[in-house]
C-alpha cells in the first residue's frame, strides 16, 4: 500500500518504482496518488477519474485542469492536458477506449485522444460549469452534458449539437443521466426528477417524493443496468426508488447516520448502490433487502481523517478509483473491498431505515421551468400516420445528422447489436448469403469474419503482448513446422508466443500452431486481427468442459457414440472404411477438428 507521487512537469513516467510493493490492504487498497510540480508549492488536487471501457487505463483530473492517463498495465503515466481551466467532471467513451471527455469549469468540453495525446476538439454550448457527462452505453458518437442552464445531446465526431434543453435560472439542473438502454434522459433538480425520450427530448414522465418530505432536496441520481429502476439521493440522508416502467414510487429509504448523499452508483452486475456522504464514508446499501452493506473511511496512515469525495468503478467490476478530500487518488480492488465486507458485518440495528411514508406518485404534467428546444439537426425519425413517436432506442430508429444515419460510423464490432430490421450488416443476411450463394466474396471475406467474431480491434494490448518477445516454449517452431515460407513461419511464431503470453496454458498445447494458421492465412498480414480471431476462437469454442483446449489427454475429449451416429447419418459410406483403421474414428475425427478441417481443405474453402 504505498503512497506515490507523479511529477506533472513530465510528459511521461513511471507510476511506481520496482522496490514499491503493490498488496491490497485489508480494505482492498492498492496505492494513494498524488501530484508534484517543481513551481508550485502544493500538490494539485485530483478532482474526478474514469475507466476506459478496456479497464486498462484510467484518466485522473486535477483542480488546474491537467490530465493524467494512467496506463495500469505498463506502470505509466502520460500527461494528457498540461492545463486551462479547472476541471470538474471527466468521461471515457463508453466503446472508444481512446476518446476521452473533460468538463471543465467554463462551460466547455475538451475532447482528447488519449494515444495521440491530441486536443480533437472543444464542444461549447454551456453557459456554466459542467455538472455532469454521461456516455452511450452502445453508441460511440453520443455524449450527454449538463450544466445549471442547459442539457446537451452532443455527436461527438462532428463536435456538433443534436438535441438540447434548456433550463430556468430560479430552477437549476442539478445532474443529467442517459439510461443503459439509451432510452431515456433523466435530468435532476432539486425538487424532481424528469424523465425525457432520448430520440426527440418529448416529457415522458415527473419524478417528486412524497408531500412530507417535499423540503428534501436532491442532489445525484443513478438507473440500473437494465433501466427498471432510478436512484434519487439528497439531503439527510434520504434514498428514493421509481420504477422507470411505472413511473411509481417504490420505496423510500434513510441513512441511519443521516449524512446527505453527493454521489450514487449502481455498482457493476450487482443489485449493490455505492454513496459517497458529506461526512467522507462511503456507504454500500442495498435497497432490495433496506439493508447497509458497508460503510467504509480512508483507514491509511497518509488519509489522516480525511474521507471520499468522488468514486468511480471500472465496468467489469474489479476496480474502484476514490478521490478523496485531502486531493489524492486512491485505487480499491473491489474483490479485497467485499471479502473486508464479509469480515466486517453491520449489526441489524446498522441496517438503513424505512421512512413509513411511502406512496406511489403518478405522473405529473411537464414542469414550465423547462423549456423545450430543438436544434437545427434533425431528431429521431418519427413513425408514419401522424401518431406519436414509438417507445424506441437509437438502433431500432437510427438517428439521423442532417442526411447521415449515425449508425453507420459504429465501430465494426458493435454492428452485431443491430437488430435484423437495421439497413446495415446483420447475421442473418450474411446467412442468407452463404444460402444463395455458398461463400463470402473474397474481397469482403476478412470483413465479414472480423464482424462475425466481434473482434475488438485492441491494439494497444497486443502491442503488449509482442513486445514480450518469443515465449519459450514456442522459441524454435521451425523444428516442428513444415512451413517452407520464412515470412509465414515468423508470423506464426510471433501468434503462438502472444497466444503463450496471453494464457500460459496455451503454451504447453499440442497442435496449437494447426488451429492458429489457418486465421493467419484468412486475415493475411493482419496479425492482430489474426491474433484476435485464434484468441476468440480458442476461449470460445477451443474448450470441451472443464478441460482446456488441446490438452493431451489418453483419448479425445470427444464422445465416441455421438461420433459413430454422426458418420453413419451423414457419411456412411465411409464407417466400414474406417473400422478398418489402425485410428478409431474418435481419434481420426479430433485430429480434423483440432486442426479446423485445414487438412482437409484449403483456407480459402474453409472460411468461406
Given at each position: ?11 511521461t ?16 487498497l ?5 501530484t ?48 486551462g481551466?479547472?476541471g470538474?467532471?471527466?468521461?471515457y ?21 488519449t494515444?495521440?495525446?491530441l ?6 454550448g454551456h453557459?456554466?460549469a459542467?455538472?455532469?457527462l454521461?456516455c452511450?452505453r ?5 455524449l ?40 431515456h434522459?433523466l435530468?435532476c433538480?432539486?425538487?424532481?426528477v ?19 418530505h ?13 433501466s ?26 434513510q ?13 457493476p ?36 481523517g ?55 406518485r403518478?405522473?405529473?404534467?411537464p ?14 425519425a418519427?413513425?408514419g ?11 431500432r430508429?437510427?438517428l ?5 444515419n ?12 443491430l437488430?435484423?430490421s ?10 442468407g ?6 461463400r ?23 502491442r ?19 512451413l ?15 497466444l ?51 490438452r ?22 465411409l ?34
Amino acid at each position: 500500500m504505498p503512497d506515490l507521487v507523479i511529477d506533472t512537469a513530465r510528459a511521461t513516467g513511471r507510476i511506481w518504482t520496482p522496490r514499491s510493493r503493490l498488496a491490497p490492504s485489508n480494505d482492498g487498497l492498492l496505492f494513494t496518488l498524488t501530484t508534484s510540480h517543481p513551481a508550485r508549492p502544493t500538490a494539485s488536487s485530483f478532482t474526478d477519474a474514469a475507466f476506459n471501457c478496456r479497464c486498462d487505463a484510467v484518466a485522473a483530473l486535477t483542480e488546474h485542469g491537467q490530465v493524467i492517463g494512467l496506463e495500469l498495465q505498463h506502470n505509466r503515466y502520460t500527461l494528457l492536458k498540461r492545463g486551462g481551466a479547472t476541471g470538474v467532471c471527466v468521461a471515457y467513451s463508453s466503446t472508444v477506449a481512446t476518446e476521452l471527455f473533460v468538463g471543465l469549469s467554463d462551460g466547455s468540453i475538451d475532447v482528447i485522444d488519449t494515444e495521440k495525446r491530441l486536443l480533437v476538439g472543444t464542444l461549447r454550448g454551456h453557459r456554466h460549469a459542467i455538472r455532469s457527462l454521461s456516455c452511450h452505453r452502445t453508441q460511440p458518437l453520443l455524449l450527454l452534458t449538463c450544466s445549471a442552464d442547459a442539457v446537451v445531446l452532443w455527436h461527438t465526431r462532428t463536435l456538433a449539437r443534436v438535441l438540447h434543453l434548456t433550463a430556468n435560472v430560479a430552477r437549476p439542473l442539478v445532474c443529467a443521466v442517459l439510461t443503459p438502454s439509451g432510452e431515456h434522459v433523466l435530468t435532476c433538480f432539486e425538487q424532481e426528477v424528469r424523465v425525457w425520450r432520448s430520440a426527440d427530448f418529448a416529457a415522458v414522465a415527473t419524478f417528486r417524493l412524497p408531500a412530507a418530505h417535499s423540503t428534501v432536496r436532491l442532489r445525484t441520481l443513478c438507473v440500473n443496468e437494465s433501466s427498471s429502476t432510478v436512484v434519487a439521493t439528497g439531503d439527510a440522508g434520504v434514498i428514493a426508488l421509481w420504477s422507470l416502467r411505472t413511473h411509481e414510487l417504490l420505496k423510500l429509504l434513510q441513512l441511519p447516520s443521516g449524512s446527505s448523499v453527493s454521489q450514487a452508483i449502481w455498482m457493476p452486475a450487482s443489485d449493490h448502490v455505492a454513496l459517497i456522504c458529506d461526512d467522507g464514508a462511503l456507504r454500500v446499501v442495498l435497497p432490495a433487502a433496506d439493508e447497509l452493506s458497508l460503510e467504509l473511511r480512508p483507514t491509511d496512515q497518509r488519509a489522516k481523517g480525511s474521507g471520499f469525495l468522488r468514486v468511480v468503478t471500472d465496468v467489469l467490476g474489479h476496480s474502484l478509483a476514490a478521490v478523496r478530500t485531502d486531493g489524492s487518488l486512491a485505487l480499491h480492488t473491489l474483490e479485497a473491498l467485499g471479502q473486508h465486507a464479509v469480515g466486517h458485518a453491520k449489526p441489524p440495528a446498522a441496517t438503513a431505515r424505512l421512512i413509513p411514508a411511502l406512496t406511489p406518485r403518478s405522473v405529473a404534467p411537464p414542469h414550465p421551468a423547462l423549456a423545450h428546444q430543438r436544434a437545427s439537426a434533425q431528431p429521431l425519425a418519427a413513425s408514419g400516420g401522424g401518431g406519436p413517436a414509438p417507445h424506441t432506442d437509437f438502433f431500432r430508429a437510427p438517428l439521423m445528422q442532417g442526411a447521415t444515419n449515425l449508425a453507420q460510423l459504429l465501430p465494426l464490432y458493435q454492428l452485431g447489436s443491430l437488430p435484423a430490421s437495421s439497413s446495415l450488416l446483420h447475421v442473418d443476411r450474411l446467412r442468407g448469403v452463404l444460402r444463395h450463394v455458398g461463400r463470402f466474396p473474397d474481397k469482403h471475406r476478412a470483413l465479414v469474419w472480423r464482424f462475425l467474431l466481434q473482434l475488438p480491434g485492441n491494439a494497444s494490448a497486443h502491442r503488449g503482448l509482442a513486445d514480450k518477445g518469443t515465449h519459450s516454449a514456442h522459441a524454435t517452431p521451425h523444428a516442428r513446422s513444415s512451413l517452407r515460407n520464412r515470412r509465414l513461419r515468423a508470423r506464426l511464431e510471433r501468434a503462438l508466443s502472444c497466444l503463450a503470453h496471453w494464457c500460459p496454458l496455451l503454451g504447453e498445447a499440442a497442435d496449437l500452431d494447426s488451429a492458429v494458421f489457418p486465421w493467419l492465412l484468412a486475415f493475411e498480414g493482419d496479425e492482430l486481427a489474426g491474433f484476435e480471431a485464434s484468441a476468440t476462437v480458442l476461449s470460445n469454442w477451443g474448450q470441451v468442459r472443464s478441460q482446456p483446449p488441446f490438452r493431451t489427454q489418453a483419448r479425445p475429449p470427444l464422445d465416441p457414440t455421438r461420433v459413430s451416429f454422426f458418420s453413419r447419418k451423414h457419411a456412411f459410406f465411409l464407417t466400414p472404411h474406417a473400422c478398418l483403421l489402425p485410428v478409431s474414428i474418435s481419434d481420426g475425427t479430433f485430429r480434423l477438428v483440432s486442426s479446423l478441417l485445414r487438412l482437409l481443405r484449403p483456407h480459402t474453402c474453409v472460411f468461406s
